[in-house]
């Protein structure tokens, strides 16, 4: 990169930067950060919890088991291999992979978003999960394209909250969107030109109960994911 090219970038971020300082905001009170911190409150109300990790894998040199040091039971999930995983399956189908009400606890962070059938994932999450216990689920409204080609839905909190309902066997116990930003319209198309007046979240997340079994008979996706897709999960980028 030349020098010009240098100093223009920088420029143009320390512009872009007092353009957004009016409207930036502490992170340590989000309402989107908050939810985790509640449900690792009720994980730590248990004796010797289990918990599963759905997409346990660090993708982005990150692992979370340390966050549950009273966990004996945990287990990291993932589609792939790597650090931070015990077993490798597809999420689609944990009901295959693990015996049924097996955990307590069940979680996961920024995966909903690479589901193919997020609404079965949240049928087979029933199926191990014992009854009274919580899943905690966080994913994005909006956000760049990433891991390509398996990235598939942005969730809205309402999005969100009507996957995990009565039918499915869950009451929700609180859902909410955070991590404000602004979106800037790159087009001329008239109704976009005003939208960087709006707040966006960039996070969304949910605690629900479960409550019971749902109806296999009334609820059933019997579609497997290469039925629909012929690629896999992109591997960890090397750096």
């Not at 066997?169 to 939208?195: H, K, N, Q, W």
Request: charged share 25%; aromatic share 12%.
């Amino acid at each position: 990169m030349s020098k010009l090219k240098r100093k223009l970038k920088a420029h143009f971020a320390k512009t872009l930067n007092s353009l957004h300082a009016p409207y930036v905001k502490s992170s340590l009170n989000d309402p989107y950060h908050q939810v985790f911190e509640d449900f690792k409150v009720l994980t730590q109300q248990k004796e010797n919890p289990s918990i599963l990790e759905i997409g346990s894998r660090d993708v982005s040199d990150l692992t979370r088991r340390d966050i549950f040091p009273h966990c004996t039971d945990y287990t990291g999930f993932d589609v792939r291999e790597g650090g931070g995983v015990d077993v490798v399956g597809d999420a689609h189908k944990l009901g295959s992979v693990f015996p049924d009400k097996k955990f307590d606890f069940v979680y996961s962070v920024s995966v909903f978003e690479h589901l193919l059938f997020p609404w079965k994932v949240v049928l087979e999450t029933n199926k191990v999960m014992n009854t009274g216990g919580y899943v905690f689920v966080s994913t994005h409204p909006v956000w760049p394209e990433h891991e390509q080609p398996w990235d598939f839905w942005r969730f809205p909190v309402n999005g969100l909250r009507v996957l995990f309902n009565q039918f499915t066997g869950f009451e929700v116990i609180t859902a909410t969107e955070g991590i404000p930003g602004r979106c800037y319209s790159l087009s001329e198309d008239a109704p976009t030109r005003e939208m960087w007046k709006y707040n966006v979240n960039l996070g969304v997340a949910i605690i629900a109960k479960k409550i019971g079994d749902y109806d296999s008979d009334l609820l059933k996706w019997d579609i497997d994911i290469t039925d629909v897709v012929d690629t896999m999960y992109p591997p960890k980028r090397e750096t």
